[in-house]
């Protein structure tokens, strides 16, 4: 069994960078690929990316390629999700979830982000 | 790109009810690949269904899901008060690489 455990939530303006983190304990790190999954306020679940830590080899959604950047440290079992300039409508709770097989396994906690001037 | 229509966007049942919710692709996804999720309020997806038909650890026999080519069934077979949550179709493979549907809200009558 996989866990994952998300950063804690954030408050950020508009045009700020942020990265938040989910780090995985349980089965090794390198196995699985973490992905990340968007959820607008009231809003239904949108796929950004998805990463494999053994090789780094990412992939992303058309709507999110070039708006995030997906990276992972295998050293401490972390994955990130990071944003060079924040907007308004960046404004979200992201999940972090596993996947070994195409589908989510386990997931994070979620991180709510809240960028406002 | 692959579309996942979900039908009803929202379900009104009573306890001890049968829910049935529809997932109804574009295009042709792999049984392998389709899955379900249960959202509560205030809380992360959960996986249900993977694989079109197999639940995953944890998941009582309650709940089952059908179907293949473009159109996939999440059945509940009597609901408990716990069940009523938001549920996801998800599937793997298409156009964008993975894609949910929209949601089912079940609601209690």
């Known amino acids: 069994e996989v866990q994952l455990v998300q950063s804690g939530a954030e408050v950020k303006k508009p045009g700020e960078s942020l990265k938040i983190s989910c780090k995985g304990s349980g089965n090794p790190f390198t196995t699985y690929w973490i992905g990340w999954v968007r959820q607008m306020p009231g809003k239904g679940l949108e796929w950004m990316g998805i990463i494999y830590p053994g090789d780094s080899d990412t992939r992303y959604s058309p709507s999110s390629q070039g708006q995030v950047t997906i990276s992972a440290d295998k050293s401490t079992s972390t994955a990130y999700l990071q944003w060079s300039s924040l907007k308004a409508s960046d404004t979200a709770m992201y999940y972090c979830?596993?996947?070994?097989?195409?589908?989510?396994?386990?997931w994070g906690q979620g991180t709510l982000v809240t960028v406002s001037s | 790109e692959i579309v996942l229509t979900q039908s009803p966007g929202s379900l009104s049942l009573s306890p001890g009810e049968r829910a049935t919710l529809s997932c109804r692709a574009s295009q042709s996804v792999s049984s392998s690949y389709l899955a379900w999720y249960q959202q509560r309020p205030g809380q992360a997806p959960r996986l249900l269904i993977y694989g079109a038909s197999s639940r995953a650890i944890g998941i009582p026999d309650r709940f089952s899901g059908s179907g293949s080519g473009t159109d996939f069934t999440l059945t509940i077979s009597r609901l408990e008060p716990e069940d009523f949550a938001v549920y996801y179709c998800q599937q793997y493979g298409s156009s964008p690489l993975y894609s949910f549907g929209q949601g089912t809200k079940l609601e209690i009558k």
């Open positions: 979830a596993s996947s070994a097989g195409g589908n989510f396994d386990y």
